[in-house]
């Protein structure tokens, strides 16, 4: 029961199924071995037969998993750290939801480095720019996938000379959607060494991992340098590397190689930090939707002076900048597109972006909060 269609936190029991049929029949189990136990379950406190719902800090849905958004905005108006104690409580929250974070190790690592008793505390531009990074990494957060064990997985891993990367993914009809993200800081590894860098993160995944893929059905591994091929024809290996063979050993996988100019999401987790807070949905762009932001803006009573402005010969010094027709805000590093007050134009956004598989429908408020991001 536990762990098959039960999860337990402390007091929280959460009673999880595929059919309403079957959900009756496992709260018709839990209830009963409440009432053996002499437990009683308060009424007022239980919630039944729910498609959503919140949960340790998660919106909990049938396309997904994401956030709260009450979290998200906690994370977005944290104040700059004044000491230790401060980076310690905004990692605490962060790193909670690491998961979610394309390359989140990479872009803390100056603010691990102020968690330490032997560096003084200095929150330097670095410092800064890797606050800031991750805070638009977690407003970028995307919406990941419930793993499923009977869909088709794979694992796509990669390496750099200081850092590792791997994404967890499912099939679900035609299309691939990331259930998990992981990404590690390692110790320098001699840059020579590309299959045991490559082995490396295999083995950090698979045990990252291992409670889904261990007896799972066949999974496929992506990876751009196969190490096992030639360790395989290896007479001899290190002792290190015979204990991460012996640990591959246990899972069913089929290798598959690709170019290294496919492997972009790992491959941004090992190596880019600037990478890291990619958005995965962009609205399609042409050239009708181009001439409607155009004329929108310039009947628009906030941006129709600026727009105009911008778009003489010569355009004083500004934030804002036009691109491609496009009205952008320059803002903590990041190019934010502006939207005119055009009820057409916002609705189709609206739209699109709650449309989205990614997006995965949710309400009003969070379509709505999400844009605003």
């Known amino acids: 029961m536990l762990d098959k269609f039960v999860l337990i936190y402390l007091d929280d029991i959460l009673v999880h199924s595929r059919s309403l049929d079957e959900h009756v029949e496992h709260l018709c189990t839990v209830l009963e071995r409440l009432r053996q ?28 998993i994401c956030p709260l958004a009450d979290k998200i905005k906690t994370i977005r108006v944290w104040p700059d750290p004044t000491n230790t104690m401060d980076v310690h409580s905004f990692m605490g929250l962060a790193g909670y939801y690491q998961r979610f974070v394309t390359g989140y190790s990479r872009i803390v690592a100056p ?33 990941l996938s419930i793993y499923d064990p009977t869909l088709p997985t794979r694992v796509t891993t990669d390496a750099s000379d200081y850092g590792i990367g791997a994404v967890l993914e499912q099939q679900d009809e035609d299309d691939w959607h990331p259930a998990e993200y992981f990404s590690h800081k390692v110790p320098p590894i001699n840059s020579l060494d590309y299959a045991r860098k490559e082995l490396l993160a295999f083995v950090m995944a698979l045990k990252r991992w291992r409670h889904f893929l261990l007896g799972h059905r066949r999974f496929a591994w992506i990876t751009d340098n196969n190490p096992l091929t030639y360790y395989k024809t290896q007479d001899t290996v290190s002792s290190a ?59 628009d009573p906030d941006f129709a002076t600026l727009y105009a402005q911008l778009s003489s010969e010569h355009p004083s010094a500004s934030n804002y900048r036009i691109v491609d027709g496009y009205l952008l805000l320059h803002l903590l590093g990041e190019d934010l597109l502006c939207i005119p007050r055009d009820r057409r134009l916002r609705t189709r956004l609206l739209g699109e972006y709650h449309d989205s598989r990614l997006a995965s429908h949710f309400g009003v408020n969070w379509t709505i909060a999400r844009l605003r991001q």
């Open 37 to 64: 136990a002499k437990y009683k379950a308060n009424r007022d406190k239980c919630e039944f037969t729910r498609q959503e719902l919140e949960y340790l800090g998660h919106y909990v849905t049938p396309q997904g």
């Open 111 to 143: 603010l691990t480095r102020l968690q330490s008793p032997k560096v003084p505390f200095v929150f330097d531009d670095e410092a800064r720019r890797s606050f800031q990074a991750l805070k638009t990494a977690m407003l970028m957060a995307p919406v």
């Open 241 to 299: 590397i015979g204990r991460w063979m012996y640990f591959i050993d246990q899972f069913d996988f089929t290798p598959k190689h690709i170019s290294g100019l496919s492997n972009l999401a790992a491959d941004a987790l090992s190596r880019r930090p600037d990478l890291c807070a990619m958005t995965h949905h962009a609205f399609a762009s042409d050239e009708e939707l181009q001439r409607h932001f155009i004329r929108g803006y310039q009947s």
